[in-house]
C-alpha cells in the first residue's frame, strides 16, 4: 500500500493519525516558556501586535487573545497566541524594542516552519487521491496556516478545559501538550483519549475539510479537553499546548452553532466524566 492510501485508510478509521515531527521537545518546552515571559509583558506590549490574515476564517486574528466563558457559551478559560511569519516584517521596530517579544517570536518561527512542512506533506499525499486538495490550500499568495500557544487556565477536577467542538478550519496540527486530556472521535459518542506519541504531531481533519477534499469517506475530529490532574488546580496554568491551524484559501468559516453542534449542556457535564473515566 503506497503512502497516500494508507493516509487515507487511516483518516477513515479515525479522525487524526500521529506524524513524525521534527522539533524535540526540550525546544518546544522552551517555546513555551517564552510564551509565558510574553504573557507577564504589560497589556499595551501584549496586544500590541494584531492583525488578520483573513476576514473569512476564525482562526485568522494574529496576536494575543483572551477567552472567557462569561463573554459567550462556546468560549473556555484560556490565553493564546497565534504567530504568522509576517509578523516580523509588520512590526520590526516594535520586536527590536522589546526583547521578550523578540525571544518569544525568534524560537516560534522554526515550529511554524515545521509545521508548515508537515501539512504540506500530508496535503501533497492527499492531492494523489484528490487532485486539487494542495492547491485549493497552498496556492494563496500568504499561506493560512496560524501557529498557536495556547495556555489553559485551571478549572476543577474533570471539567472541561476546552469544550467539545470541531475546529473551525480544514485541518489542525497537535503539535505538543503539556499533560493529558485531549480526547478526539467522530461525534460525542465515541470520544476516546488520545495519548500523544514521542516526537510526533497529530493531523486531524476539521469542519471544512471538504472545501479541499471531495468526499464523504472521513469525517472531522469533534475533540474536547478535560482536566485529570487535580494538582494543577489553583496552578498558574492548567495545561499548554502548541497546535496548528490550516485553512483553504478563500473558504467562510462554518459558525460555532455548527462547530460545537454537539456540545452537550453544563448541567450534563458531570454524568459525562463519570462516564469518560471509566473508559
Known sequence: MDEAQYLLNQLKQKPFIQVPFPIPKDQLVTAMEAFFDYLAL?????????????????????????????????????????????????????IAANPVVERFLKLAQPIWEAAYAICEKQLLLLDQLFPGAHQRVFAADEIHLCLRFLKYNWAESSKYLAKPHFD?????????????????GKGPDDLTPVEHKEDHALFMVSSNFQKVLETDEIAPGWHDVIQLDETQIGKPFARWAIVAFLDAENVEALPRSETHKHYIPTEEVASVFADATTR
Open 168 to 184: 473551525a478550519g480544514s485541518f489542525t496540527l497537535a503539535i505538543a501538550e503539556s499533560c493529558s486530556g485531549l480526547r478526539i
Open 42 to 94: 504589560p497589556e499595551d506590549i501584549k496586544t500590541h501586535i494584531d492583525f488578520r490574515l483573513h476576514p473569512k476564517h476564525r482562526r485568522g486574528d494574529v496576536g494575543f487573545r483572551h477567552r472567557d466563558p462569561e463573554d459567550g457559551p462556546y468560549n473556555d478559560s484560556k490565553d493564546f497566541f497565534h504567530y504568522y511569519p509576517g509578523i516580523e516584517s509588520r512590526y520590526a521596530d516594535f
